[in-house]
Structure formats: structure tokens, C-alpha cells
């Protein structure tokens, strides 16, 4: 079971806006920044947001983030179909010794 | 251009030791600031971060994995090595490596190899 949680699922229909939420704690999230991950079926993942809400060259502006004490959230406009993948939030737990990486459990977002 | 490619066996038998390369190209272990880790994912499940190795040799590993884990590198060869001892079935998974960055604050992984898959069986 991850230290993150999100939804198993989204789904929403071409057009329209989804959101997906990651929940943490007072020693996660809420300590460090978040950032966010595309997986498309069968691909590696994909940077998508980092420092919770910036995103890197060639990420469009359809995708936002924002954080807010122990949760982010992940925000994509005017879905297309293309956006169907798995979607991972992660931090960084620097509460240990050995400064582990830490993920959310995925959401699967599904466009009809 | 940075990339990153994983290498290493498909099948592993139970209790070997299963040992994973990363070959990376379009920066370098060297430069200070430098890091790159390494994630696995379960066939249908989540994330999982494995160990990180830093420029200057600094290592971190995942608490429940890190007995069983060790993480080196080879600068001039732009390499990084992952070992894992005494396989299980659960460990059968796709094992990426992924270069770590860490900017004002916040740690993030920019890029991702294609992954490898390696399954553990007799």
C-alpha cells in the first residue's frame, strides 16, 4: 500500500476537465514539493509536473498542479484521447535517513 | 540529449542474485548535483523507488528493500549498477532508471529509461 494515496480511477469524456487528487502527511508532502508522472500503457513514465506545479519544456499548459498542506492535485483540461494513461504523483520523505523516494498508487484516467 | 537505457537478464531463478546496468549518455555522474535512481514497477501495480546514487558516491536505498540492495557507478563508463540478492517472485517487475534532479527544494525524476522487465522464476 503506498504512503500516497490516490484515486484507482478517473474518467472523463474528450473536452472536458478531470482532476486527480494525491493525499499525504505532515511528513511528506507537506514537507517537500510534489511532482507528477504520465505512464501510457507499455511506455516508461513521463515527467509531467515538478515543484508542484511547474512544468518542464514540451508539457503543455492543458496540464496544472497545485498543492495545498498534506495533498496535490492534478489538473488536466480539454482531454483527448491521448491522455489515457496511468498518472503517478510522487515526493520525497526527508524525514529518513536514507531519503527515500515515495509514489502515489497510480490513477488510471479513462477518456470515453 | 539525455538518455537513459537498462540492461540486464529477463529470467532469474529464486534466490540469485539479479544484477541491473543503467547506460546513460548526455550528462555525467561527475558534475555535482548529479543523481540517478532506480524504480521498479510490478506487472500491474504502482511505482516503486528502489535506491539512489549521488555524484559524490553518496548512496540511499528503499528501508524495506535496502538489506537485499547496493548501488555503484561508474563515471567514466557512465554506468550505474544495481544489485539485488536472494530474488523472489515478488521481485518480478520492470526496473527502471531514472536520473534524479534536485532543484530549490525539490527532488524530481526528469528521465526515465525504457525499463527492463525481469521476471523471477525456477
Known amino acids: 500500500q503506498s504512503v500516497l494515496t490516490q484515486p484507482p480511477s478517473v474518467s472523463a469524456a474528450p473536452g472536458q476537465k478531470v482532476s486527480i487528487s494525491c493525499s499525504g502527511s505532515s511528513s511528506t508532502i507537506e514537507k517537500t514539493s510534489v511532482s507528477w508522472y504520465q505512464q501510457v500503457p507499455g511506455m516508461a513514465p513521463k515527467l509531467l509536473i515538478y515543484d508542484n506545479n511547474k512544468r518542464p519544456p514540451g508539457i503543455p499548459d492543458r496540464f496544472s498542479a497545485s498543492k495545498s498542506g498534506t495533498s496535490a492535485t492534478l489538473g488536466i483540461t ?25 509514489f502515489g498508487g497510480g490513477t488510471k484516467l479513462t477518456v470515453l | 540529449q539525455v538518455t537513459l537505457k537498462e540492461s540486464g537478464p529477463a529470467l532469474v531463478k529464486p534466490t540469485q542474485t539479479l544484477t541491473l546496468t543503467c547506460t546513460f549518455s548526455g550528462f ?8 540517478v535512481s532506480w524504480i521498479r514497477q510490478p506487472p500491474g501495480k504502482a ?10 558516491d553518496d548512496t540511499f536505498y528503499s528501508t524495506s528493500l535496502r538489506t ?4 555503484s557507478k561508474d563515471s567514466s563508463k557512465n554506468q550505474v549498477v544495481l544489485t539485488m540478492t536472494n530474488v523472489d517472485p515478488e521481485d518480478t517487475a520492470t526496473y527502471y532508471c531514472a536520473r534524479l534532479r534536485y532543484i530549490r527544494g525539490a527532488y524530481f525524476f526528469d528521465y526515465w529509461g525504457q525499463g527492463t522487465l525481469v521476471t523471477v522464476s525456477s
Open chain 2, 47 to 56: 511505482l516503486e523507488w528502489l535506491a539512489r546514487i549521488d555524484w559524490d
Open chain 1, 78 to 102: 480539454g482531454l483527448q484521447t491521448g491522455d489515457e494513461a496511468d498518472y503517478y504523483c510522487g515526493t520525497w520523505n526527508t524525514t529518513l535517513s536514507t531519503g527515500g523516494g515515495l
Open chain 2, 28 to 35: 555525467s555522474l561527475r558534475i555535482t548535483g548529479m543523481r
Open chain 2, 68 to 71: 537485499r540492495l547496493n548501488i
